[in-house]
């Protein structure tokens, strides 16, 4: 089991930016599914970001915005948020799986999960 840890939330003006971490437990390889989601209330969990090997995939609502990546010495996977809006406040959460459809934006296709951290725009 993997555990997430993820950090770097709080509450920022429209337009500034924030970075977020999301630490794992044990090492996780490049060849793994490892994403950021986010939550708002009332509303369902939606994928934001993915990142698996080389490749990255983005949300229409943050492309050009935010930016995933991985620190693979670290084991740890960073969300850049830039330019944020009130429309991005949610629960943030990281996500890891083993599985293919990295991609698929779903909260179905991902297995372990961090405890989520708290962005706030105003």
């Known amino acids: 089991h993997v555990q997430l840890v993820e950090s770097g939330g709080g509450s920022v003006q429209a337009g500034g930016s924030l970075r977020l971490s999301c630490a794992a437990s044990?090492?996780?390889?490049?060849?793994?599914?490892m994403g950021w989601f986010r939550q708002a209330p009332g509303k369902e969990r939606e994928g934001v970001a993915a990142?698996?090997?080389?490749?990255?995939s983005y949300a229409d609502s943050v492309k050009g915005r935010f930016t995933i990546s991985k620190d693979n010495a670290k084991d740890t996977l960073y969300l850049q948020m830039n330019s944020l809006k009130p429309e991005d406040t949610a629960m943030y959460y990281c996500?890891?799986?083993?599985?293919?459809?990295?991609?698929?934006?779903?909260?179905?296709?991902?297995?372990?999960w961090g405890q989520g951290t708290q962005v706030t725009v105003s």
């Open positions: 996500a890891a799986d083993i599985g293919w459809r990295c991609f698929s934006g779903l909260r179905q296709d991902y297995n372990n």
């Open positions: 044990v090492y996780i390889s490049s060849s793994y599914c």
């Open positions: 990142i698996v090997s080389g490749s990255t």
